[in-house]
């Protein structure tokens, strides 16, 4: 004898998609006994490939900006070096043509001297002060690099401070 009946299931699980696609692969087949967090099946979704190829690319894009400002930062820290050692030499120069000009004012000093006790030709004493003039304008040009130079460092430290603050923001998300 039959009579009528019909079957249901103990527990049943409603399956709904996150996100929709196509499936590209089934793991289970109908039936199956499955365990919770058991994946069942996995979608293709080219969307949302497409965006993940494009987000790794910002990322990469974003790196090199990063490894950019970088070097931009250290390559301005080397540029304010160089201008100090820059300014160095040129306040070394300064020095030299100083000390130019004190030794001619000295030999200008004798030879006058000397000109004057008729001891030598007055032309020595023209030769004498046209080389301290000479000494007085290189100390001058001497002294004009040495504002270069040190003007220099400072646009290039506000050059440096400029990449840095670059670096700081392409760190910020």
Not at 75 to 85: G, L, P, R, T
Not at 97 to 116: G, K, N, W, Y
Not at 149 to 163: C, G, H, M, P, R
Request: glycine residues 2%.
């Amino acid at each position: 004898m039959t009579q009528p009946a019909q079957v249901e299931p103990y527990e049943r699980a409603n399956i709904f998609a996150k996100a929709s696609g196509f499936v590209a692969t089934v793991n289970v087949d109908i039936g199956d006994i499955v365990e919770k967090g058991a994946l069942l099946a996995e979608l293709s979704i080219p969307e949302m490939d497409q965006e993940h190829v494009r987000q790794l690319a910002l990322v990469e894009q974003s790196e090199a900006a990063i490894r950019q400002a970088e070097s931009k930062v250290k390559s301005f820290q080397a540029k304010i070096v160089a201008a100090k050692s820059q300014l160095a030499a040129m306040k070394a120069q300064y020095a030299k043509h100083t000390a130019d000009i004190q030794f001619a004012r000295s030999e200008l000093s004798r030879i006058t001297s000397l000109v004057s006790s008729r001891a030598i030709n007055a032309s020595v004493q023209d030769e004498k002060a046209l080389q301290l003039r000479s000494a007085e304008a290189a100390m001058k040009s001497a002294e004009a690099d040495v504002r270069s130079a040190e003007a220099n460092i400072l646009v290039t430290d506000a050059n440096a401070n400029e990449a840095e603050a670059d670096f700081l923001q392409s760190m910020s998300p």
